[in-house]
Structure formats: structure tokens, C-alpha cells
């Protein structure tokens, strides 16, 4: 049997980039606002951050200078109403703000795994980890499992935990953007919660 996990974020992650009113390096929240300028048959659409410090905004650019009519419908619609789910599909893609100067805070980002739990003495118990916004491997299995992060870093070394098909090399510092097919030995779904 092939069990599915899907990880859901509890939030936004920070961008984290250099304030000019703070003069540093400082935290930015999306604001879940949309900020679009239309000159004739063009259009300029920017997602709006603020500053955690001064609450100094910061535009990020989304489109510039696009024709009114190539945004489909309902895309340019999200935009106008500031739909949260759209803001959030930007502000979860971290390539995106990479992309606009910021690094994205995924490792701060609160978030929980849905999906059930194969019986401890399933032997080889394979699973489909969904993940859309790059999150580590390690970090979404020590959340699902109840274990410390070195317990499952002791397991991805002991082969408890695998990667299906694949080679084993960088699996303790794989990001999940997508999903990722593991194996889970009965080692890993008995393992005592450690401290960490």
C-alpha cells in the first residue's frame, strides 16, 4: 500500500532583505494586498510587502508593462480583489523572491503534514510526500514522525528512511518543491521522540 502525505503551510514565510529606512537586512511580511497601475492599454502589477521593523513597504514586481487583455480573467480579477490565495501562491515560491532580491524564510515557516500514519510494523511502507513550497525533507519527516531532526538524520544514514529509487546522496539536505517518494522501515515508524 502506498500512503500519501501532503505538507500545508500555516502562514506566509518572511522575505528577508535589505531595508532602506532600517538601513539592514531585516524580515518583510506579504501583505496580502495587490497594487496595479493601468497607463492606456498596459499594465503594471506589483504584490506588496512591509517591512517587520519600520513597516516600510516594498513592491514586488509581478508583471510590468503587460497588455490589459494577455492576464487571463480571473488571474487579473485575484489582483483587483487581493485574494489571499493568489498573494499566497507568490509569497510560497521562493525561486520567485529569490528572483526580486529576497531570500524566503521556509526554514520559519510553520506548517503541518496531513495523511496517514502506515501500522509501526509495516515492512517498507512507501510514501508520496507532496510539498509546494520547498520545505526540507528532514524538518516535514520530524514533524510526521514525532522525532528530533537528528533522529531522522540517523535514519536517513542508516537507510531507514530512503528515498525510493534514488540515490541516497544530499537526502539530508533535500528540499521538497513537488514530491518525493520515500521508504519508511519499521525502524523509523517505532522510533522513539527524542529531545533535541
Known sequence: MQYLWRARPQGLPR???YCGRCGRKTEFYCSNSFRVNAQKKTLDVWLIYKCEVCDATWN????????AGTLEKGLYEGFLKNDAALAARYALDAAFLAKNGAEADMDALPFEVEGELPAPDT????????CAFGARLDRLLKEKLCLSRAAVQRLMETGGIRLAGETQKGIKNLRVKGSVKITLSPA?????????
Do not use: D, F, M, N
Open 15 to 17: 522575505a528577508i532583505k
Open 123 to 130: 515492512c517498507g511502507a512507501q510514501v508520496v510526500l507532496e
Open 188 to 196: 523509523a515508524l517505532l522510533a522513539p521522540r527524542e529531545a533535541e
Open 60 to 67: 514586488v514586481e509581478l508583471y510590468s508593462r503587460v497588455g
